[in-house]
């Protein structure tokens, strides 16, 4: 292999794995397990997460958001079985001790520190609290467990851990007003959010756009190579690649590569994962998103403005440009101008999600896998990798890597743009159903080569692979969905079911029909080559005169 090819290896796997980050369908979890808290009678709760609705002065206020104990009793999950209950400042603080407030099924807020958590529980049970709010001495949430050796388990108020800022708050409410009171739910996530089926038809429609496309590209240039060759221009050496410029095959050895540079990634994202290292990313994305909307505006808008997209003009650095593309750059890069400053507020998914798509879609018409055996290698390769880093790697790393780059844990922002994301409805949580750019791109990949196939061996959608491998796309995307609501919104990687639905149908089908050796060596059927198609006819034209 020669340099530039080599160079061309490492670029096409560096794109992929570039927009390719973030391979899983996440949503915020709800229910939280803990395999280094084991369960034992009386302190076999889920962790999950507590709403802490508040009243000042009988006037509704703010809410606070906690994580419940492994002990204690559950948490109500509707809102209309909650009671209200008086908030009370423990003294002493900590609840070491038994407090020398006078409690009648109020609810307690304490100290973290100096005792075991289940001291606190047991004394303010004791005090007839009907619930105990321990506030950390940290902004994170931590998850109260039990002690080993612990026997003292007989609770039966609920107990709650909270951030040290929403204990701060509270403590400046009592210390403010006459009367503050709580109310302590679970609510739990609906078992299908409208969010999920809109993410679905985007998933699905962007994958539909661009492989119609590419291969509408591929016939077009096709249709080229057999008038140039019919006109009988010998000088062109290398007809293959006539009417493709600027696509990129990738071959097996970038598809091997690509899991080793997508690793080094993700990686470097989950280690260096930081406010300003996101902001860089939301700065690529825009560059790529911008370019991304501009290729798909031109090649949209030309079918109208026919003149001016085959019109060039010289501009320095650029090189020839159609006025088209002049016309229509500023406003691409000032949409994704806009989306950079405002990415922080509610309604920027909208913004990401029209770049994303623009992205995806482009890098879809620029990236081709030639034929089968290259696809298959490649998804097996995104198969195993996207397993890995959400699964396997929490033994490594004591935490899902890929999950905790796709929602920003460690940024303090919403997570890395290289995702769709819509909000999520009608969940009480809040909070977005996300997916990466990798569960779309790369079945894509091979979903677009089957439609090219289709197209060039004039097949109908029926008897062609497209449809099968559409349908196989989204069903396999559907039991991510319904594979993440059992899971109780655990991050699911995708590709662990889109994988065998799409690759699994397009190998049956091209074995069942015959086509498997040509699929997985040419990519292409075989076609006669006009100029000899010329010489028949001229043949059966000098026969006919005889």
């Known amino acids: 292999m020669d340099f530039q090819s080599l160079c061309r290896v490492i670029f096409v796997s560096a794109l992929i794995s570039l927009v390719c980050q973030s391979c899983s369908v996440t949503a915020d979890d709800i229910v939280q397990g803990d395999d280094l808290a084991p369960k034992k009678p009386g302190c076999e709760n889920d962790f999950v997460l507590v709403k802490v609705q508040t009243w000042v002065n009988g006037i509704e206020d703010a809410e606070f958001v906690g994580v419940g104990a492994r002990f ?27 407090p ?51 026997t003292d388990l007989d609770i039966h108020i609920p107990a709650v851990m909270l951030p040290q800022d929403a204990g701060a708050s509270l403590e400046k409410m009592l210390t403010s007003y006459s009367s503050v009171s709580v109310q302590l739910y679970s609510p739990r996530r609906p078992l299908v959010d409208i969010a999920e089926v ?36 010998d000088e062109i050496s290398d007809t293959r690649h006539v009417g493709s ?36 990313l939301v700065v690529l994305f825009c560059i790529g998103g911008a370019e991304g909307l501009q290729t798909c505006l031109v090649a949209l808008l ?36 806009v989306w950079a400053v405002y990415h922080n507020v509610s309604f920027a998914w909208i913004g990401q999600d029209i770049l994303g798509i623009a992205l995806i879609i482009t890098v879809l018409q620029i990236v081709h896998v030639p034929n089968l055996k290259v696809g298959t290698v490649l998804l097996s390769c995104a198969f195993l990798y996207d397993i890995f880093w959400v699964f396997i790697s929490k033994k490594l790393f004591h935490e899902s890597v890929m999950i905790v ?12 743009p290289m995702l769709l994301k819509i909000p999520r409805m009608f969940d009480p949580w809040g909070g977005y159903s996300i997916i990466g750019f990798g569960d779309i ?24 692979y497209f449809l099968w491998a559409m349908i196989a796309y989204g069903l396999g995307l ?58 028949h006819q001229h043949s059966e034209e000098l026969n006919d005169e005889k």
């Open 302 to 337: 030309s079918r109208w403005f026919k003149r001016a997209g085959e019109s060039y003009i010289k501009v320095p650095f650029f090189g020839a440009l159609s006025y088209l593309t002049l016309a229509v750059s500023p406003f691409c890069i000032a949409f994704a101008v």
């Open 478 to 535: 559907l039991i991510t969905y319904v594979a993440l609501n059992l899971m109780d919104g655990h991050g699911q990687p995708a590709l662990l079911y889109i994988v065998p639905f799409t690759l699994g149908t397009f190998l049956t089908l091209g074995r069942k029909r015959g086509d498997l050796r040509v699929l997985w060596t040419r990519g292409e059927p075989e076609r006669p080559c006009p100029h000899i198609q010329l010489e």
């Open 198 to 233: 809109f993410l679905w038809l985007m998933a699905v429609g962007t994958i539909l756009c661009a492989s119609y496309w590419s291969a509408w590209s591929a016939r077009e240039a096709a249709i080229e190579q057999d008038k140039l060759l019919k006109d009988a221009l």
């Open 72 to 98: 204690g009793t559950t948490i109500v999950s509707k809102e209309k079985n909650a009671n209200q209950r008086r908030l009370i400042l423990s003294d002493p603080r900590d609840c070491c001790s038994h």
């Open 441 to 464: 791109l790369l079945p894509g990949l091979l979903i677009a080569f089957s439609l090219r196939y289709d197209l060039l061996a004039n097949k109908t959608l029926r008897a062609g």
């Open 405 to 416: 780059v796709a929602r920003g844990d460690k940024s303090g922002e919403d997570g890395i």
């Open 100 to 150: 020398k407030n006078k409690l009648a099924n109020d609810v307690i807020m304490v100290d973290r520190g100096n005792c075991k958590f289940t001291t606190k529980a047991n004394n303010a049970q004791a005090a007839h609290a009907s619930a105990v709010l321990i506030v950390n001495n940290q902004k994170e949430l931590y998850k109260m467990v039990c002690e080993p050796d612990e």
């Open 245 to 280: 410029g600027g696509i990129l095959d990738i071959n097996t050895t970038s598809a091997v590569l690509f899991v080793v540079v997508a690793s080094c990634f993700l990686v470097m994202l989950y280690k260096l994962m930081s406010y300003w290292f996101v902001e860089l």
